[in-house]
Structure formats: C-alpha cells, structure tokens
C-alpha cells in the first residue's frame, strides 16, 4: 500500500512538471434547479474504478479554466484519480458567496454517484482560496460528511478581521511572532466591491464599489496580479473619475504599485468594519466557527509566501480544528498563492521538495 501511494505520488509530481496524459470531459451537475457546468479530468489510462475528487476553486473570472487550477486537477488524475471541478458562477461574477459551495459539493457527489468508471461512497474535497474554508464548512454538513473520506485546503483563511487586516496593511502574526508582507490587494479589491457599501457610513459608496470590482475583473481577465504597475494607469484613472471626497477611502483599497500606502490607523480601521459589515450580512465569511464541526480528515497546505492569504492563517486554521480531524498543516516554500515559487538555494529547495513531496502523498492518499 506504502509503495503504490508513493508511485501514485510521483505520478502527480511528473503531470505537474509536464504536460499530463488525461482525458478531460466538460458536463454538467444539477444544483438544485439550475444546471452548472463541470470539467471532469480522468487519466488516459484507467484500468480499474478510480477514486473520485471535488475541488473547488477560488473567487476569478477564470472560474474552473483557472491555469493552476486545471493544471492541480490533471495532475491529480495523473495520479489515478477522477477529478470533478464545477464551475461556480457566483464567483465568476465576483460575488463572495460561500453559501453557494454545499449544493455545489452536494451536486458533484450526485454527479460522481452515477458515473460508471468511479468508486462510489467516499469522496476527497479540495479547496484553495477563498474556496478552502467554505469546503471545510461544507464538509460539516450532515448531508455532505457521510461522502466525504478527507478535505485538503490550500491557500485557506481562518479570521476574516485577520486575513483583511493583513490584505489592508501588510501586518500579520502567529504564535506571538509579528511578521509583514507586500499584500496582493487582489482580495481587498474583491471583497470591499461585495460589502463595502455595507459598511456604517459608506452606504452610498456604491462608485467605489464598482471602481474596484472594475480593478479586480482587469487583473483576473488578464492574468496579471493585482500589485503588477501595468494597473497603474487604470488606478490612477478610477480614482480621478471619484468625487474627491471619496479618493481617501479609495486609497485604502488600491494605490498605485509605487505609492505610500494610506496611514496604518485607517487601513486598520476599515478592514474591521469591512470585517463587521460582512459578518453582519453573511456569517459564512468568517469560517472560524464551522471549523469546530468538521468531522472529517482535513490538511492543510500554505505558500510560505503567499501575498493573498498569509500563511499564518493556514496554521490558524489547523489549528481550530478539532484535534482528531487534524491531518497535518504544511507551509512551503515550493509556491506562492496561486504560483510556482521556488527558493534561490539548492539546499533550500531540496529540503522543501522533501517536505511538499510528503505532504502531496498525504493528498493523494486520501481517497
């Protein structure tokens, strides 16, 4: 058993580094009333019924075409597995709804259920991003537990007020230890066009609203990340068409790539009363609660350099799982939040493929 799962394992390290020998399929699954699209990717060569996956993606307009998310579910077939991603055109739009991912996950065990080629029963769920938590409180659902053998979450949130304060001011902790970083104000853009009119006191901000929905589409259209200077023209553009009583609170959100950001204070401030506005609205943004009901084997994986979601919140969110369903938390090297991000030193890199090596055989041995 020991031996297949590390063939199984280098078999996905071999899809990643190169082009993987799968067949990919598009469908559909029925979630509740409406039809979604799904891609199911199988390996060419299946000679017995394979274990099935779920994996959920992030918030982008790329939605499951997204390049390393496609590029995960083959090489994950590539190992000898039947990979479903659906399609969740909420996120596509850019609307932060988590609510959406249980009938989603519920609709992709029907759709795996009736497929001939898959075992039946017991499922892996994956999810990244903005994806990992909601995954993870789906997976606390009586109605989606019972199908579920074990979760990996890469890339996850645990706080909300944490995860916004570091996208708003760089700052972050764990264990005592401050550390700070150059956010991606990819996530700030996103979650402030859902919910900043929300906010007391900025009801009627609905143009900076849509100025940064406009920012975050461009960055995920193109495939150009969010701090890139080629946004630069379009910030300063946006900002210009704002009556300048509303540039300040712009500013919070989207600076140009060379430009000081706004004080500590204020970025601080309004990333907690983005953090209220949105628990008021919608409770399943900040996951920690839903945390402590799930009841099936979950791992976490976490890009130690990752500009999006800290890494101090993969560790904090396996930390607020309850103990036995903690599978292990890895913080790599290996990769950012939705890249490749190797270090500069051999030995380095070498300790850390050992490390992400193991922690891929866990994944692939899930189901």
């Known amino acids: 058993m020991m031996l297949r799962g590390m ?11 190169a082009t993987a020998d799968v067949e990919i399929r598009q469908l559909t699954v029925e979630r509740g009333n409406e039809s979604v699209p799904a891609t199911l990717v199988l390996p060419k060569e299946a000679p017995e019924k394979l274990p099935g996956w779920i994996a959920i993606g992030g918030v982008s307009r790329r939605g499951r075409f997204h390049p390393q998310l496609s590029r995960f579910a083959e090489a994950l077939a590539s190992s000898g597995a ?7 055109p909420e996120w596509t739009r850019l609307n932060v709804s988590p609510r959406v991912v249980a009938p989603t996950i519920r609709a992709c065990v029907d759709r795996l259920e009736s497929l001939p080629g898959v075992i ?5 769920g994956i999810g990244f991003s903005f994806g990992a938590p909601s995954v993870a409180a789906a997976a606390s659902l009586p109605e989606i537990r019972e199908y579920m053998a074990g979760i990996v979450l890469f890339g996850g949130y645990c706080s909300l007020e944490r995860t916004l304060n570091c996208q708003l001011t760089g700052q972050h902790e764990w264990s005592g230890v401050d550390y700070s970083l150059s956010p ?8 402030a066009s859902n919910h900043l009119t929300d906010v007391p006191g900025h009801e009627d901000a609905g143009d900076v609203a849509a100025a940064l929905r406009q920012l975050a589409a461009a960055a995920s ?8 200077p080629h946004h630069d023209q379009m910030i300063s553009d946006l900002r210009e068409a704002l009556p300048s009583r509303r540039r ?9 790539s060379d430009a000081a950001r706004p004080a500590f204070d204020r970025c ?7 953090t209220e506005a949105c628990r008021r609205v919608e409770p399943l943004l900040d996951p920690v609660v839903n945390l402590r009901e799930v009841c099936v084997p979950t791992q976490v994986i976490h890009g130690h350099g990752d500009r999006l979601v800290p890494f101090t919140e993969g560790l904090r969110l ?11 938390v890895t913080v790599t090297k290996m990769f950012a939040h939705s890249a490749d991000h190797a270090p500069p030193s051999p030995v380095m890199r070498a300790r850390e493929s050992v490390k992400l090596f193991g922690a891929l055989r866990t994944l692939v041995n899930t189901v």
């Open 221 to 228: 259209d193109q495939r150009i990340s969010a701090w890139e």
């Open 248 to 256: 300040s609170l712009f500013d919070c959100f989207a600076t140009a």
């Open 318 to 328: 396996m930390e607020e799982l309850p103990s036995d369903c903690q599978r292990g």
């Open 82 to 88: 039947a990979v479903l991603v659906p399609e969740i």
């Open 120 to 124: 039946p029963g017991r499922y892996g």
């Open 7 to 17: 063939a199984r394992t280098a078999r996905y390290v071999r899809s990643w580094k």
């Open 268 to 274: 601080s401030e309004i990333a907690t009363k983005l």
């Open 184 to 191: 991606d104000p990819y996530g700030r853009w996103v979650v």
